[in-house]
């Protein structure tokens, strides 16, 4: 008789097939952790699935990539595309959230439906409001900004899918060395020792075990804190940001249908 594929077994044989997809993987591990009651090995592979987006957790630093922030739009006559954004093209208050590092906060499954989608094409993603950023910028201006958005090129992209399947190879070896011959499961006390071994931190460098992390704020990010039962949530400097361009779009606009009339 075939002695039982244990779960460790099955998520090694998925995690070093390059060709496997992710996301059926980290739904192994939230199951892997469910059962050794892991809710730090579960929080983590829960969140590469759902993305950060919206949430009050940092994006890990292993998911900000360079890519150049670049804009399509008509100056007199002629049309230009992808041309290179300088801290001079934005507003003072738009610098210091936007730039040339991006933080990809998209769910681990999105990810590799963009790469598949367009392997051998830059991948355009735009940040946030940036319909009225580019109507900000075309004011007094003798060009008209119509896109603004990071072109982003696959390889970047496959460069964090990577990070996530070498941390998951981690795991898997983690645990191997700390479950004798025979044993099937990993216990609860292997799987906390194997995530005290693996690079598996949220965006302030701090292990997924802390439950109350400090709100650091970073260049080209914001501000936050993640909920905990006795902390409390700050306001991200983006929001902010986009608050006060929101404001002076939309003054500008009742400007110009006051001059209008």
Do not use: C, K
Request: proline fraction near 7%; aromatic fraction near 4%; charged fraction near 20%.
């Amino acid at each position: 008789m075939r002695p039982r594929r244990s779960r460790l077994d099955r998520l090694e044989e998925d995690v070093l097939d390059e060709g496997r997809p992710l996301t059926p993987i980290l739904r192994q591990v939230i199951a892997l952790g469910g059962h050794a009651h892991s809710e730090q090995l579960r929080t983590w592979a829960l969140r590469e699935l759902q993305g950060y987006e919206g949430t009050d957790v940092p994006v890990p630093d292993y998911r900000r990539i360079s890519a150049p922030l670049v804009m399509d739009g008509i100056a007199g006559q002629f049309q230009f595309r992808e041309q290179p954004v300088s801290m001079f093209d934005l507003p003072d208050f738009a610098r210091d959230s936007l730039g040339d590092e991006l933080r990809l906060g998209q769910g681990v499954g999105q990810i590799e439906s963009l790469v598949s989608r367009s392997p051998d094409e830059t991948v355009q993603l735009s940040p946030a409001m940036a319909a009225e950023l580019a109507v900000f910028m075309s004011q007094n201006s003798p060009r008209q900004v119509l896109r603004l958005y990071w072109a982003v090129h696959p390889s970047a992209l496959e460069g964090v899918l990577d990070q996530v399947r070498t941390r998951l190879v981690q795991l898997v070896g983690e645990l191997r060395s700390a479950m004798p011959p025979g044993q099937q499961d990993p216990t609860p006390d292997q799987v906390a020792q194997a995530l005290q071994n693996i690079n598996i931190v949220t965006g302030d460098n701090s292990s997924v075990t802390v439950t109350a992390p400090v709100a650091v704020a970073r260049q080209h990010g914001s501000a936050r804190a993640g909920i905990g039962r006795a902390t409390q949530r700050t306001i991200p400097r983006e929001a902010v940001v986009w608050a006060v361009l929101a404001f002076l779009v939309a003054a500008a606009a009742v400007t110009t249908w006051g001059v209008l009339l």
